[in-house]
């Protein structure tokens, strides 16, 4: 299946995500993509199958992001603990992802035309050389795109993350270029693999699993959590109607505490 599928939506679907874009959108979705492994045994498929179906789901809600006016998604495709998985599903992983990979490196012209930038976060050290590659050719193609964010999340943990970014801060203070006394929550925060991310403002996680599972911990402090039952292949456009619905709902609450948030900071910071 190819990246960028095109509206496929009904006419009934269209009318109903036309209702929806006339309220609050959220700029920026994060998704914990989980329960491949659990479709494929319940559709008594090898796990690499799962995970295929799994990638053809993400470019069905890819669409519906780029024709709903999302401007950043952020997916949790590989967590630095599925390295504790058998070699065989982890070295079956890293061929879907190659392979789905170098044919979006194929698209260049389509990426120029949605304004699709290509970020990665995570440890890219821990990665196969040629993956390693692939990736950072996307990422330099796209780069100046500025319309629609996606956010591969491979390799990836919340605390890894954070981990560096306080590495990195401890790097500027040992170069002089920042004092100790310097350090508060918003320089943390610009050390963060999001630095030049919108706010996440939805999370969704399939698959009835009530967590996060180490994933943008910082970030989703004050976002919407939408928890669904399907597992990630049987996501339906419905699921992702509700679950900004749902933001819909608690967008004024959600505004209200990031105001809270933002003026405390403020006078913490000015004393």
Sequence with gaps: MAWFAGDNRTFFQKFVGNILMSGPMPKHIGIIMDGNRRFAKSKNVEKIEGHKSGFEKLTEALSWCLVMNIKEISVYAFSIENFKRSKEEVDGLFDLARTKLKELLKEEAKMKKLGFCFRFFGKLEYLPEDLKIVIGQIVEMTKDNKNFFFNLCFSYTSRDEMTTSIQDVNKAIVKKDLRVNDINEAIIEKALFTTQSFNVDLMIRTSGEVRL???LL???????????????????????????LKFQFNYKNLKVS????????????RN
Excluded: C, M
């Excluded at 990031?258 to 910071?269: A, G, M, P, V």
């Design 258 to 269: 990031r105001k809270h948030k933002n003026s405390k900071l403020k006078l913490f910071y």
């Design 213 to 215: 599972s180490d994933f």
């Design 218 to 244: 910082w970030q989703s402090n004050l976002s919407v959590l939408v928890f669904a039952e399907e597992t990630w292949p049987e996501f339906s456009i419905w699921g992702f109607y509700s679950a900004i």
